[in-house]
Structure formats: structure tokens, C-alpha cells
């Protein structure tokens, strides 16, 4: 059973940093594309950042220099390291995995993402 399990969330202020964390479970994340999606109230989840299997990553124009997304592969971890955070970044922040080792334009817009993780809280306030 897959399961991907994030963590790291929480209230910081703006110009802040927080790292979360995305711990998978009966599933191999350095094989596959991975990424980070963020949701806020009556608005669509959309992507954050992606890394496929050959650690190409990609990133939202909106997070572009700020944001850092990696893997460790040993210990089945994704990152996301969220640097010069800004208020207009607080959502509901989830892992997710496409189960093919590319990242495609399916993947960014949610329709091909295969699991989901239950999301982590990010808060930014002036």
C-alpha cells in the first residue's frame, strides 16, 4: 500500500523559511516524478515544483528562486525548501506522484497525479 505521508508545515512570517517533507511508503520516489502541489480556499490545486527521475526539476514562475524541491532516495524523503517566504504562499501544501519517471503537463495540472499525500498547513503572515 502507497502512502505518502508530508510534514514541516506551519506558521512563519514573511521573509521566513520552512522545509517540509514528504516520506513515501511502499513506493520508490527516486524512480518516479514527483512534486509538490499547494491549494487555497475555493481556488484548484496547483503545481509547485516537480523532480522526474533523472533529478530534472521544475518549478512554478511564482516560486522560481525561492523554492527548492529534492529527493534523498535512501531514506524516501522529497523535499521542499521554501526560502523568502511571502503571504501569498499560504496554502495547504501536498505531495503527489505521477508513477512514470517523467514529469508531464498531465502531472502539473493534477490529472495524472496517481497518489496524493493528506497535506501540510503552510502560513504566512505579514
Known amino acids: 500500500q502507497v502512502e505518502l505521508v508530508e510534514s514541516g508545515g506551519g506558521s512563519v512570517q514573511a521573509g521566513g523559511s520552512l522545509r517540509l517533507s514528504c516520506i513515501a511508503s511502499g513506493y520508490t520516489i527516486s524512480s518516479n516524478c514527483m512534486g509538490w502541489f499547494r491549494q487555497v480556499p475555493r481556488k484548484e490545486r496547483a503545481g509547485v515544483a516537480s523532480?522526474?527521475?533523472?533529478?530534472?526539476?521544475t518549478y512554478a514562475d511564482s516560486v522560481k528562486g525561492r523554492f527548492t524541491i529534492s529527493r534523498d532516495g535512501a531514506k524516501n524523503i522529497l523535499y521542499l525548501e521554501m526560502n523568502s517566504l511571502k503571504p501569498e504562499d499560504t496554502a495547504v501544501y501536498y505531495c503527489a506522484t505521477k508513477s512514470y519517471r517523467y514529469c508531464t503537463v498531465g502531472f502539473w495540472t493534477g490529472r495524472s497525479v496517481r497518489y496524493w499525500g493528506q497535506g501540510t498547513q503552510v502560513t504566512v503572515s505579514l
Open positions: 523532480i522526474d527521475s533523472g533529478d530534472s526539476t
